[in-house]
């Protein structure tokens, strides 16, 4: 093992508890002391790897975004076919996430916990990697769909990120099946999402708010 | 006014003001003197209201989930078609929320914040919201659909609830297109939803993971 294979597998293992740590209790309220000791690492040795929680945060959610789209890189590489290549996103995406939940509530609960860099740095990764998404359904688009792309692009990633909310690997189908029906739900509904020929009730809209409500309107 | 309406519509401005806090701050970080402060009522007007912060954060939750099934109950009266009660849910949880997108946020976010006797009450009432889901899309559901309806439901959950993340009524198009929007994604994808008619490449599953990741496999 390299010196610097030794200090990857070492910081991602640090990343990966911090990970669980955060999910567990909410960034703001764990504190450094927790990381240290769920990880056995000293203060001073956690301190190596970064100068403060917010850095912490911020490789955390870097690391994912880099391994997500660094993964997706290689697999679409040489591929042309839109419906393949978004086939492998959501296969790409789930795969990485259903074994990374933590991770995942920590990206979703904690995206407003970074600010001025690290903030801009996440956001920047966040926007390279939807607009892969959009290219792909930019292909796919029929020219006549009536679908708004960014609302199918946040459909996409809605139904895949929720997971962290349902999704339990010893009870629920296995990944690989849950990306199929992803895509097949997804990919279906994008591709023919014609309005004329769904059945009336439900193309039309629903009548305004049925009743007053006491909650805003 | 009635006596009982003044209490309701103080209440629900109460709610409506707590949520924007926990929202913004995070309901750990968030204090009763900062629910206080936002609403202008005192620490003891509030507690006329509840007994602690979990209380508060219970009632957030149980008038949500309340709003939008009684709301969703006066819509579905009467209606048998389930194409257009597939409709009528969307647009009854995206209007309200689209209007409520704090309290969206708090109902992720602090799923886990409440215990014992109030988590259990708003599990029960998401169970039974998921399981009026449930019962329309197995209405719906096509004899020979390879779609597993939990993956289905919490599909079109993540698909709707992921909003607060990304939408902004300001710059993306109205709630009744986005309700159009998505209902026409879910019941395309979910209706015809058939395997062997979608293109190779979107049917077969991707390589295994195409490299070494330092990252959990």
Same mark, same amino acid.
């Given at each position: !093992? ?22 567990? =209790? ?26 403060? =929680? ?39 995406? $789930? ?29 920047? !990764?966040?926007? /390279? ?30 139904? !895949?990120?929720?997971i962290?909310?349902w999704y339990r690997?010893?009870?629920d189908?296995?990944?690989? +099946? ?19 020929? $769904?059945?009336? /009730?439900? #193309? +039309? #809209?629903?009548?305004? +708010? ?8």
């Amino acid at each position: !093992m390299t010196v610097e294979q030794g200090y990857d597998e070492k910081l991602a293992r640090i990343l990966r508890i911090a990970a669980e740590v955060f999910a567990e =209790k909410g960034y703001h309220q764990a504190s450094i002391r927790d990381i240290s000791r769920a990880t056995g690492v000293s203060l001073s040795g956690l301190y190596y790897y970064f100068k403060s =929680k917010e850095e912490l945060l911020f490789l955390i959610q870097e690391h994912c975004f880099q391994t997500v789209l660094s993964n997706l890189e290689v697999l679409l590489d040489e591929v042309d076919d839109p419906h393949r290549k978004l086939r492998l996103l959501v296969e790409n995406h $789930l795969r990485f996430f259903v074994n990374n939940m933590a991770e995942m509530k920590v990206l979703s609960h904690e995206a407003d916990s970074l600010s001025g860099e690290y903030r801009r740095r996440v956001n920047d !990764m966040k926007k /390279g990697y939807s607009q892969v998404c959009v290219e792909i359904l930019d292909q796919l688009r029929p020219a006549d769909s009536p679908i708004d792309t960014r609302v199918a692009t946040f459909a996409l990633f809605g139904m !895949m990120n929720w997971i962290y909310n349902w999704y339990r690997p010893e009870r629920d189908i296995p990944v690989e +099946e849950l990306a199929a029906d992803m895509s097949h739900l997804f990919l279906r509904g994008f591709m023919e999402a014609d309005v004329a020929d $769904l059945p009336p /009730g439900a #193309a +039309e #809209a629903a009548p305004g +708010e049925s009743r007053p409500s006491i909650w805003r309107r």
